[in-house]
C-alpha cells in the first residue's frame, strides 16, 4: 500500500513550498543581483528538483508523481530564469538530460521512504531536503570531500554545467552517480522489508561518490562568458 490517502494534507504543502515556490523566490530575489541567474541557476534547479521530486513521490508512494511534477517543476523554473533575464540554454539536451536523470533519482529516494515508513515517508524526505539543501546553500563554507557526498550536489554540477559548461560529457559521473543511486535506491526499495540490500546501497552511494571525486565536472564557466552575462545588455 503507497499510504497516499493518510498523508497529511501539510506533506503537499512542503512539495509546493520546496519543489517550486521557494525556488521560484530565490530566483526573483537574485535576478537583479551581481551574480547572473545562469551562474546560480543550476543549485536553484537542483533544490526545485529534489524538493518536488523526493517529497512528492513520498507523499504519494508513486515513483512516476514524483517524476511527473519534478520535470514540470524543472521546465517551470527555467522558464521562469529565462523570463527573468537568463540567456537562452546553451546545451538543451544536456540540461534536458541532467533534469530528468536528477528527476528519477530523487523520486526514487522517495518512493524508498515512502514504503519504508507508510504515511509517514514525506517526513524523512523533508528532513532530507532541508538537509541537503542548507548544504548546497552553504557550499562555498563546506569541504569538497563533503559536497562529493551530496545527491543534491551531484544534481546542481550536472545542470550547472549544462546551464555553463560543455555539456552532458563536462559532467557525466554526476549524472552516472545519480543515475546508479536511482538504479539502486529502487532495487532497495523493491526488496523491502529485507534490510540486508540497505548496505549495497550504501556500498554503491560511497563508490559513486567516489566517482564523482576522481571525475569531478568543470568548476565553473569561462571568464569571459561570466562576464557577458553579467554586462547589462544580457
Known amino acids: 500500500m503507497n499510504g497516499a490517502s493518510r498523508t497529511h494534507p501539510v506533506a503537499w504543502l512542503a512539495v509546493a513550498l520546496a519543489g517550486a515556490i521557494i525556488p521560484a523566490a530565490l530566483l526573483l530575489l537574485l535576478a537583479d543581483g551581481p551574480t547572473p541567474l545562469a551562474l546560480v541557476g543550476g543549485t536553484i534547479l537542483a533544490l526545485g528538483l529534489m524538493g518536488m521530486g523526493m517529497i512528492a513521490a513520498a507523499s504519494a508512494g ?6 511527473v511534477l519534478a520535470v514540470v517543476a524543472g521546465v517551470g523554473l527555467i522558464q521562469l530564469a529565462r523570463a527573468l533575464g537568463m540567456p537562452a540554454l546553451p546545451h538543451p539536451f544536456s540540461t534536458g538530460l541532467a533534469v530528468i ?8 529516494r522517495g518512493l524508498l521512504f515512502a514504503r519504508a515508513y507508510p504515511g509517514k515517508g514525506w517526513l524523512l524526505a523533508l528532513f532530507v531536503v532541508g538537509g541537503e539543501a542548507a548544504m548546497l546553500v552553504t557550499a562555498a563554507m563546506l569541504p569538497a570531500w563533503l559536497l562529493t557526498l551530496l545527491p543534491a550536489q551531484w544534481a546542481s554540477t550536472a545542470i550547472q554545467t549544462a546551464l555553463t559548461g560543455t555539456g552532458t560529457r563536462a559532467a557525466s559521473s554526476a549524472l552516472f552517480a545519480l543515475a546508479g543511486t536511482a538504479a539502486t535506491t529502487l532495487l532497495v526499495a ?4 529485507r534490510r540486508w540490500p540497505y548496505l ?17 565536472a568543470t568548476p565553473m564557466p569561462r571568464a569571459d562568458l561570466a562576464e557577458a552575462l553579467a554586462s547589462p545588455g544580457r
Open 62 to 67: 508513486r515513483l512516476w508523481l514524483g517524476i
Open 101 to 108: 536523470v536528477a528527476s528519477i533519482s530523487f523520486a526514487a
Open 190 to 193: 523493491s526488496l523491502l522489508p
Open 200 to 216: 549495497l546501497m550504501f556500498t554503491a552511494w560511497l563508490g559513486l561518490s567516489a566517482l564523482v571525486w576522481q571525475r569531478p
